[in-house]
């Protein structure tokens, strides 16, 4: 896990507590792939446009200019 610890959101949700993070795409993928469904729910939040999207995506640095 990139960030997040597993480990402390399974405790959590043993201890029946709700555990909400922060993740990109990938992450949510990794998580939903790790925890028990019953006890999971994800939500999308879009960004408002496309350029809002290419924004984010370079800010983040990972791909280069001519993959976005």
Do not use: M
Not at 46 to 65: D, M, T, Y
Request: net charge positive.
């Amino acid at each position: 896990y990139y960030g997040i610890l597993k480990e402390p959101v399974i405790k959590a949700l043993e201890d029946g507590k709700v555990c909400i993070r922060e993740v990109d795409l990938q992450g949510a993928r990794l998580i939903k792939k790790a925890l028990p469904h019953d006890q999971l729910v994800t939500i999308f939040i879009k960004p408002e446009n496309v350029n809002q999207l290419i924004s984010r995506i370079k800010n983040r640095g990972e791909l280069p200019a001519e993959e976005i």
